[in-house]
């Protein structure tokens, strides 16, 4: 499906999920940039709050395009562990990357976020829409 922009992929997508409308157990998740004009759109539609999840890419030192695994909000770190074992990258490379990244990934947390702290997400049904 073709959209005009984000923001219509968004209204198109929260008629699909009218289910979650006014339920106080519904949470939906922005991915800063393009998943936040999305994300929007679907929380208007289905009144539901909206918050920020901020994912960084963890690139082969020398190939950064090439994911060896990511971090997000939260304190979470997945790795490709047969990519990393495969290329023989080493420990004390993948944590001095990750160290990097997550410098990054809090700077932008403190600008999209503030002092405002993260939602709870225990007990609630968690969207995080994305085109």
Do not use: C
Request: no cysteine; hydrophobic share 40%; charged share 30%.
């Amino acid at each position: 499906m073709i959209f005009q922009d984000r923001s219509e992929a968004g209204r198109v997508l929260s008629r699909q999920l009218e289910q979650y409308k006014n339920r106080p157990d519904t949470l939906i998740l922005a991915l800063p940039r393009g998943g936040v004009p999305v994300a929007y759109e679907v929380a208007r539609a289905l009144n539901a709050p909206i918050d920020i999840f901020l994912v960084r890419k963890l690139g082969v030192p020398g190939h950064e395009e090439v994911a060896m695994g990511a971090i997000a909000s939260g304190g979470i770190r997945i790795l490709n562990e047969d990519l990393t074992r495969q290329i023989n990258i080493p420990e004390r490379i993948i944590d001095a990357v990750t160290a990097r990244e997550q410098q990054e990934l809090e700077r932008r947390e403190r600008l999209y976020r503030g002092e405002r702290r993260p939602s709870n997400i225990r007990g609630k049904t968690v969207m995080v829409p994305w085109v």
